[in-house]
């Protein structure tokens, strides 16, 4: 097969923000990778990532002001989950993970995870390659098996084109979250009949949202993003109480100009002008979601 694009590192000097950041703040969504012969990559994954190991996460959060941070297994990865439990093991007070597992997962290897930190699995529903499920029945049955931990499901998937995203939240029986926003193009979100659906699921309770990746939805190739204020301002007003930040770093596949991530967590000043809900957001929203200690 032909090599797995590279990707652009991120910025590896990030500066404080202006905004001020709460203690105990929470990066709600990252990855780590690397060393790549200590953790190596699936061969039929979609990308290769930079070495961003976590002396550089923990780096990159000493600069914000972070003091929590929650480890997403990428799909490079695939199953194995090495490199995120190794990286909540640094610091297994300020640290939780995301992992991703198969239908097959036995009962002993979900004791291990949530030992581990781990408090919810991923379902990739744009890129289905590392992470398996037959079936929604199948995720259903594997859903209820991880709910005694109080673990969630987290979802990549653009809600405003998945029916199968509907299905999921209304049959699964653990909360499920939704990165990026929705993973929609902010420019249509809001008008969209999809979006508004999906709108609707949070408004009920019914799913978590994280304010990540606005790179990724945005029409502008670099910050500040201006046509993501909108789209922020409506997810934060739907559903305050489920609503979290993180970072996406190191910003994998990203299509624009890097951006530095000092200024990346400014934006949420612009999002989120109310400090208190900020506060929220940041602090309050992950403690009840990942399970963090007072």
């Not at 009962?107 to 781990?118: C, K, N, P, Q, T």
């Not at 744009?126 to 049955?141: Q, T, Y």
């Not at 653990?174 to 902010?186: Q, R, S």
């Not at 990746?213 to 409506?234: E, K, W």
């Amino acid at each position: 097969m032909s090599e797995a694009p590279f990707c652009a590192a991120p910025d590896r000097a990030p500066r404080s923000p202006a905004l001020a950041v709460p203690p105990l703040a929470c990066d709600s969504h990252l990855h780590v990778f690397g060393p790549a012969p200590r953790y190596p990559y699936q061969a039929t994954r979609g990308y290769t990532p930079p070495d961003s190991p976590v002396p550089e996460m923990q780096a990159l959060h000493r600069a914000l002001g972070i003091g929590r941070a929650v480890l997403v297994q990428a799909s490079v990865h695939g199953t194995d989950n090495s490199a995120i439990l190794d990286a909540v093991a640094a610091d297994p007070t300020r640290y939780r993970a995301i992992a991703s597992v198969g239908e097959d997962v036995t009962d002993a290897e979900l004791e291990r995870l949530h030992a581990g930190g781990v408090r919810g699995f991923r379902v990739n529903l744009v890129d289905k390659g590392g992470m398996p499920f037959r079936s929604l029945s199948a995720l259903s049955e594997v859903a209820e098996r991880v709910r005694p931990f109080g673990w969630h499901a987290e979802l990549l998937v653009h809600v405003h084109e998945s029916d199968e995203f509907r299905q999921i939240v209304r049959r699964l029986p653990i909360p499920v979250c939704v990165g990026h926003l929705g993973y929609t193009k902010a420019g249509i979100a809001l008008e969209n009949a999809g979006y508004r659906e999906f709108l609707a699921l949070l408004r009920d309770g019914r799913c978590w949202v994280k304010l990540t990746g606005p790179y990724r939805i945005s029409a502008a190739d670099r910050a500040p993003y201006a046509d993501v204020v909108p789209l922020a301002r409506a997810v934060v007003a739907t559903a305050p109480d489920r609503v979290v930040w993180g970072s996406d770093w190191p910003h994998v596949m990203l299509k624009g100009v890097m951006p530095n991530d000092g200024d990346l967590l400014d934006l949420l000043g612009d999002w989120v002008p109310d400090a208190a809900l900020r506060h929220r957001i940041l602090v309050d929203n992950p403690a009840t979601l990942y399970g963090f200690e007072p």
